[in-house]
Nanobody, 126 residues
């Protein structure tokens, strides 16, 4: 069955950079948008970034815009989240998600995604 597996999380200091990866397997991912979400302790899961199948369309939450970059390498069924200038408020478990034929104006709506990874924790110390 379809699986999404995140990796790359860890403990870093404020101002550092970190790259997360999400490898998809067990399905066909053509025309599939992929998104990144995060959930901090005691808080609701929130949208971070998303990218279209072609990579031509990306969308970011205001809180990370200019600091995070989402890319994908379709030959490896992998999406990346490059994070820079990390802040303590970026501390959360980061999840990737996928859905075929998702319109760009719906990228931030987590209920529309069909598949989810198990998450990878990111901790940013001050």
């Amino acid at each position: 069955q379809v699986q999404l597996i995140e990796s790359g999380g860890g403990l870093v200091q404020a101002g550092a950079s970190l790259r997360l990866s999400c490898e998809a397997s067990g399905g066909t991912f053509s025309n599939t948008a992929m998104g990144w979400f995060r959930q901090a302790p005691g808080k609701e899961r929130e949208f971070v970034a998303a990218i279209s199948w072609s990579g031509g369309t990306t969308y970011y939450a205001d809180s990370v815009n200019g600091r995070f970059t989402v890319t994908r390498e379709n030959a490896k069924n992998t999406v990346f989240l490059q994070m820079s200038s990390l802040k303590p408020e970026d501390t959360a478990v980061y999840y990737c998600a996928a859905r075929r034929f998702l319109s760009s104006n719906s990228y931030s709506i987590q209920g529309l995604y069909d598949y989810w990874g198990q998450g990878t924790p990111v901790t940013v110390s001050s």
